[in-house]
């Protein structure tokens, strides 16, 4: 048991979540009041996303929790909550999307942080920015992918939105910019007209894309100082731009990500691919179910992993809906938009 006062009983009396028999209750004495109210949420919020997860029911007071549901639940909450203790302790964000995260962590390797006990137990994996710190991955699937950027010089990532495909191979390259291992950090996209007519808007060129690419220089701007990016982007070590600049160059020494790949054609992603120079690295990001090129077009992320599958060197991160980590919610609209997908047409002919 730990030493901070928990203490784990039976009480068969209590009153429980539905539809648990066994059960036992944990109660948990933090030493702060403070970091505890960090932990507990706003109005205990933190503590009602645990209870509707793990199905227990938590009980605030204070700097104390008690902890009921079935024993296995319960020890799981219990170490979710001591381990967001010990972030809220080296002063890092306690989000909803970090309580989900360590949900799963807890639940796959029944240990939420690095711990100094000697068990050697492991958490998932992270990325270092100076801006940011240390960013844990949220899921498997998310740890699997940050440990094959780092093992791989081509990177495939493909799946729904809000899976922080695009966010940690950003946070990735400009881990590999700060410790020198890269001279430049080059972000592409595609300028294919999703419903929209770029011609119609104002501005010369950059003008019109630069808000296309908005969504990687949000990604940049979490990774970086404002200062240093607007640095990059002044000097040429950080290059936004569309897919058609890179024709025609080889990159060398960069990390180069192409986003929204699946709206390239089959003849702009073999260019892509091919810029790939000496101690350079590229990502390549996309969602398979949302194209945007025009009908009968194929798909040139599609067909690259296709053609690639089982190249030495190469890896694929593929995300699922159960990994949307963006919001609750936006899981569930993706599972909803994904099972209509599946199943057969009910509209009228």
């Known amino acids: 048991m ?3 006062g928990a203490g784990v009983r039976s009480a068969p009396n209590r009153s429980f979540p539905p539809g648990v028999e066994e059960a036992a209750e944990i109660t948990l004495t933090f030493d702060d009041n403070r970091l505890a109210g960090l932990v507990f949420g706003h109005y205990d919020q933190n503590l009602a996303h645990l209870e509707r997860r793990l199905n227990v029911v938590a009980t605030a007071n204070g700097n104390r929790v008690i902890l009921k549901g079935r024993p296995e639940a319960s020890e799981q909450a219990r170490r979710v909550l001591e381990g967001l203790y010990d972030r809220a302790r080296q002063g890092q964000s306690l989000t909803l999307g970090d309580i989900d995260g360590a949900i799963q962590e807890s639940a796959l390797q029944g240990s939420l942080f690095p711990s100094d006990d000697g068990q050697g137990r492991t958490s998932f994996e992270h990325i270092v920015t100076r801006r940011r710190g240390a960013v844990r ?31 940690l191979a950003v946070g990735h390259a400009v881990s590999l910019l700060e410790r020198g291992q890269a001279e430049r950090l080059i972000l592409s996209r595609p300028a294919v007209e999703a419903g929209e007519r770029l011609g119609f808007l104002p ?25 240093h990016v607007e640095r990059g982007l002044q000097t040429g070590m950080i290059e936004i731009a569309p897919l058609a600049f890179m024709r025609g160059r080889t990159l060398t020494n960069a990390v180069v990500l192409l986003d929204e790949a699946q709206n390239t054609t089959s003849m702009q992603m073999k260019m892509f691919l091919t810029r790939l120079g000496e101690g350079s690295r590229m990502v390549v990001t996309g969602d398979p179910t949302q194209i945007d090129l025009p009908p009968g077009q194929k798909s040139g992320l599609i067909e690259a992993m296709r053609i690639l599958q089982g190249v030495p060197g190469i890896g694929r991160a593929t995300f699922k809906d159960q990994d949307v980590v963006r919001h609750d919610l936006v899981r569930r609209i993706v599972a909803a938009y994904d099972n209509a997908s599946r199943a057969p047409s009910e509209e009228p002919a």
């Open 2 to 4: 730990p030493d901070d």
């Open 137 to 167: 991955a949220r899921n498997q699937a998310q740890s699997a992918y940050i440990q094959m950027l780092r093992q791989h010089e081509l990177v495939f990532a493909e799946g729904p939105a809000g899976t922080g495909k695009t966010w």
């Open 203 to 227: 501005g010369d060129m950059r003008e019109k894309v630069d808000p296309y690419l908005r969504p990687i220089y949000d990604a940049l701007y979490d990774f970086m100082e404002a200062r």
